[in-house]
């Protein structure tokens, strides 16, 4: 085998939207919307994953979704069929989302259900007794990929990656900052696991590396096996971000 | 349904790096080697496939890898099993990889190869009769991501995408620049194809809607079907490229 050699490339500076981000955070806040940004690699389930959590949930909650891609609206469309507000954002090549692209989008959204006559019945359910004409949950679907997007803070409520089994379970060895702005991980398509070399403990220590407070829950968003641990999770999120 | 409102987010831009990455082919070419940039989502299957064309290709060309993560050594260890040279480039972060990060990769290739007294025996099988101190064929494993590597221009010889079924046969529709600047795209994980609602018809047709000069050849890397196609455009490739 021999000596290995690894050298460390020069780093270019990105430009820091961190105020931006916690300005946003607070501006959600105070309207009592939680803001979940859902990243993963292209294809690992972000659409499927929301479709079926939106029809699960959106007699909860009041429920809108961001939907960014580079190009297409392919994914709005399918969210589109769930019957909630949905905007196509689109980056114009860009790989992921800063803050002040996620305002344009929520300012966009907002338009959207004014213009649509969309009526938030948070207030008719009273989840915690606060009338109000705002979402109380907003999906951020990032652009796939599971590099860029870690790296800017969107100014989200929480964040989530969503990684798929056929992508190994060495993926936070190797992406290792995605895993780390995480709270939460979905383990997706775990109906093939049989047919793949993913050891879900293997991902766990792997995970637990980076980030020992992530909590992990396996799914499979086609099937809807572990999806009630998710919509626990978010449920409880989401309540105690507006309380 | 109803509307679906579309938003052109503002886009920033990136620095050109076309001609560092032109002066870098350029030298390539009068070097005899060829670079080849090899792209993909996380987990597609990029270090399995380059393994295995190692493994089959190795008494035919002098072959050296570049291995660029943003953490990590576990490709490069993986790819140091084949006994080719392979240095692990760390990028920092950094999303992709543009000519100046690869030139300063092949510098050190080259100079871990002095180093370890490794020596390239072209001209010992004279391919196209020109003794070289070169390597043939340097793979280019770029980091896994589908939207940023497209968008920089590496100075590699040609570019490869590779897109596993699980990740869905929509993705160049989502993914259009990645598709474009392809000269091959290796559809891998053909062995999980019943598992999956993936149609190598519909990804054709979604290939040639953004490139309609793309090569494409499905194969599985673990079992190796489908393989020698690839490594008949693989040899072709450098041998054209070295005439």
Same mark, same amino acid.
């Given at each position: 085998m021999g000596e290995l050699r690894i050298i460390e490339l020069k780093q270019s500076v990105f430009e820091a939207n961190d105020r931006a981000a916690d300005e946003l955070r607070e501006e959600l806040r105070h309207q009592g919307t939680f803001l979940l940004n859902v990243m993963s690699s292209p294809g690992a389930g972000k659409t499927t994953t929301l479709s079926r959590t939106i029809q699960a949930l959106s007699d909860k909650l009041d429920i809108a979704v961001l939907e960014a891609d580079i190009d297409s609206d392919v994914d709005a469309r399918t969210i589109q069929q769930t019957g909630v507000p949905c905007v196509q954002l689109h980056t114009? #090549?860009?790989c992921h989302l800063d803050a002040g692209m996620t305002r344009q989008g929520l300012d966009a959204l907002r338009e959207f259900i004014r213009e649509q006559s969309i009526t938030p019945h948070a207030d008719e359910r009273a989840i915690d007794g606060d009338a109000s004409d705002e979402m109380e949950l907003i999906f951020?679907?990032?652009?796939?990929?599971?590099?860029?997007?870690?790296?800017?803070?969107?100014?989200?409520?929480a964040n989530i990656a969503i990684l798929s089994?056929?992508? #190994?379970?060495?993926k936070p060895l190797k992406y290792p900052l995605m895993f780390e702005v995480c709270d939460l991980v979905l383990v997706n398509k775990i109906d093939v696991l049989p047919y793949f070399d993913f050891s879900l403990e293997r991902l766990e220590q792997n995970v637990k590396l980076r980030n020992p407070e992530a909590r992990i829950i396996p799914i499979c968003a086609t099937t809807g096996q572990g999806m009630d641990a998710w919509y626990d999770w978010l449920i409880d999120r989401v309540h105690a971000w507006r309380a």
């Open positions: 114009g #090549g860009m951020l679907e990032n652009v796939g990929n599971l590099v860029c997007p870690a790296e800017f803070d969107t100014g989200a409520s089994v056929p992508e #190994g379970d060495d």
